[in-house]
Structures are given as structure tokens and as C-alpha cells.
T-cell receptor, first 110, second 112 residues
């Protein structure tokens, strides 16, 4: 089983501040995905990173895949209350499955 | 475009009662289908997945079962609910050769 560890578990910041969420593994992944989940809803796919060292930007969100494809980070610039949610990273494991991290709960205070 | 539906949205059931949660996908064929359970504010526990009609893989031995009677229909069942079955149940699908998963809106189950 390929495990993904996310840190920190909780993050509470003021509107306008920056934040970074980390996703780490001892295993190599062919790709990693990031999802955001709002309370009472299903997770929504934000991005997939595929190439080691890849950087993808989605408005104020920047995703990076580690050179060795064992880790990834999500950086949010000038966070807004709408960024509040549970951020999950996931990577393909065997037999059509995804391994999910335990998630980082982000709260952005107005 | 593809859509995924789950119902009911919320459910309150007594201990020992049966359960049936339904998930359907529209706009795609031969999807891989998944059932997850999520504790409050935490990650996802994979319960079952299916790569085709009648094909079910169980990840965690427990009080639940799954069935796939049609290509785009996935059902989660229990004969007798336990208190520990309470949680947020999510259904998801992927294309046959893809890893990105698309989730339904979830069912909040409370067992009393």
C-alpha cells in the first residue's frame, strides 16, 4: 500500500495571508491529484500533476510535483474565505484504486 | 457531460435496520465505480470498487455489501446497521483507463 502523508492537519489563517499544504510519500507515484472538499459535499478535483518538477497554477493556487515524484505541495496566495475546505492529495495505487492522504483542513478567516 | 447522483442525501436509521444507498452515473459508459466512507473532516476510506457489471472488490471486511446490477448503477447495502456505520458515504467514478475520480454529493447516514 502506498501511503500519502499530509501536513499540517489543520491550518487557520487570516484573509490575505499565504499558506502551503504538503503531501509526502516514501513511494514514487506516476501522478498526484489534489482535491478540495467543502462541508457536506463530495471532493472536487483541482489538478493532476504528472511530471517530476512540474508546476501548475490555478488562479491563486500553485501546485508542485517533486522531482522524484514522491511529494507535492499546494500553495495558496492571498487566501480568501472561499478557499476554506478540506484539501486532499491522492495518487494511483494498484488495481484501479487511489491512495488518499488524510487531508488538511484549511480555514480562512475574514 | 458526465454527472453522478447519489440518494438519499441524508438518512437516519435505527440500529438493526437495513440500508440501501444508490449511486448512478450519466454520460459515460463502462466506468469504474467506488464507494467510500468518510469520518468528519478526515480522509476517505475505500469500501468497495467495481470495474464492471457484477464485479465487486471489497476493501474492508465489515457489515456492508455492494452490488452493480447495471453498468452505471452502484448500490451499497446492509442487512443490519450498526452504530459504527454512521458516516458520510461517497460514490465516485473514473473512466476505464483514468485515475482521476469524480465524486457524487454524498449521503449523510446517522444510525441511532
Amino acid at each position: 500500500t502506498q501511503l500519502l502523508e499530509q501536513s499540517p492537519q489543520f491550518l487557520s489563517i487570516q484573509e490575505g495571508e499565504n499558506l502551503t499544504v504538503y503531501c509526502n510519500s516514501s513511494s514514487v507515484f506516476s501522478s498526484l491529484q489534489w482535491y478540495r472538499q467543502e462541508p457536506g459535499e463530495g471532493p472536487v478535483l483541482l489538478v493532476t500533476v504528472v511530471t517530476g518538477g512540474e508546476v501548475k497554477k490555478l488562479k491563486r493556487l500553485t501546485f508542485q510535483f517533486g522531482d522524484a515524484r514522491k511529494d507535492s505541495s499546494l500553495h495558496i496566495t492571498a487566501a480568501q474565505p472561499g478557499d476554506t475546505g478540506l484539501y486532499l492529495c491522492a495518487g494511483p495505487s494498484n488495481d484501479y484504486k487511489l491512495s488518499f492522504g488524510a487531508g488538511t483542513t484549511v480555514t480562512v478567516r475574514a | 457531460s458526465q454527472t453522478i447522483h447519489q440518494w438519499p442525501a441524508t438518512l437516519v436509521q435505527p440500529v438493526g435496520s437495513p440500508l440501501s444507498l444508490e449511486c448512478t452515473v450519466e454520460g459515460t459508459s463502462n466506468p469504474n465505480l467506488y464507494w467510500y466512507r468518510q469520518a468528519a473532516g478526515r480522509g476517505l476510506q475505500l469500501l468497495f470498487y467495481s470495474v464492471g457489471i457484477g464485479q465487486i472488490s471489497s476493501e474492508v471486511p465489515q457489515n456492508l455489501s455492494a452490488s452493480r446490477p447495471q453498468d452505471r448503477q452502484f448500490i451499497l447495502s446492509s442487512k443490519k446497521l450498526l452504530l459504527s456505520d454512521s458516516g458520510f458515504y461517497l460514490c465516485a467514478w473514473t473512466g476505464p483507463n483514468a485515475s482521476e475520480q469524480f465524486f457524487g454529493p454524498g449521503t449523510r447516514l446517522t444510525v441511532l
